[in-house]
């Protein structure tokens, strides 16, 4: 690893990025990689090493960002930290660790798939290439606004046991996934993500909530992206990725889905003949965009 950098600093709070160096001199091609956790919860020492590791070998600088979280920070500034992420790559990454800055791509995995989806919409120049592991462009549809089936055949969280675990200070660092947890059931439980994470009341306000819909925003400038999701997936529903590439079809940006059949949430994290093969297609279309 290269080292950690603050790519930038709000109110006296650092937001961290690691960089992870391929050998061989000159400039690198960058990976410029978004956890997941619901914009909720998670840390960007969350890539897998086995990940990491492949994009490395395949001579890409591998850039992994912290953003500061929800609900203590609303969309449009975890949205602001995501754009300004890739700024500093820009700008700076050519000097500190080699960085190539006509030559980036964002990837993202469950709400980092979905800010990778966004950074499409917000970042010029425009990227070279988005890959989006299980993410979502429609963040008022049904799935979210409305209580999940699903997360509601859990014990339900109540809204005392959410508050307790999130504060109002900003966190942008090592926020772990079950620290934050009950917040983010009582979100799904309740249909409250949208309110509690982008600050706005979709019933009441839902015309705000189009600048953060990816879906929204595709035009035939929008970068090529390729979309991996499993068809079972219960956190993120599959059809967010078709919905996705049924607006990229219309507007004429290349674009690939692959479907992984009976694949969960969360697929790439196990070592099936499927994910792999999935994830080898990542490396090629990374490729063939570079």
């Known amino acids: ?79 602001e930290d995501v754009r300004d992420a890739f700024a500093w790559v820009r700008e700076q990454g050519p000097r500190l660790f080699g960085a190539d800055p006509d030559r980036i791509a964002a990837v993202g995995h469950s709400g980092g798939g979905y800010l990778a989806l966004m950074a499409g919409v917000v970042v010029q120049p425009r990227l070279r290439a988005i890959v989006s592991f299980y993410g979502y462009g429609d963040i008022i549809g049904d799935w979210y606004r409305l209580p999940d089936p ?47 994470v982008a600050g706005f009341d979709p019933e009441t306000d839902r015309e705000a909530f189009t600048p953060f819909c990816p879906v929204r925003n595709i035009t035939p400038d929008y970068p090529p992206i390729l979309l991996l999701h499993g068809d079972q997936d219960t956190d993120v529903p599959y059809q967010q990725s078709v919905l996705m590439a049924e607006a990229l079809s219309r507007a004429g940006v290349p674009h690939e889905l692959i479907t992984l059949p009976n694949g969960p949430h969360g697929f790439d994290e196990g070592d099936t003949p499927a994910a792999n093969a999935a994830f080898e297609r990542v490396l090629v279309f990374l490729r063939e965009c570079f």
Request: hydrophobic share 35%; net charge neutral.
């Open 1 to 79: 690893m290269t080292g950690t950098y603050a790519y930038k600093t709000v109110d006296g709070h650092e937001v961290l990025a690691d960089v992870h160096r391929p050998q061989g001199d000159g400039l690198h091609p960058v990976v410029l990689w978004i956890h997941g956790g619901a914009l909720i919860a998670g840390h960007r020492e969350e890539i897998l090493p086995k990940h990491r590791e492949a994009y490395l070998a395949a001579g890409y600088a591998v850039v992994c960002i912290d953003y500061r979280l929800a609900p203590e920070t609303k969309l449009p500034q975890i949205v």
């Open 150 to 196: 699903c997360y509601r055949r859990q014990p339900l969280v109540t809204e005392a046991e959410a508050r307790a675990v999130v504060g109002s200070a900003p966190v942008c660092s090592h926020a772990g996934w079950e620290d934050r947890r009950p917040f983010y059931l009582y979100c799904r439980q309740q249909g409250l993500w949208p309110k509690e």
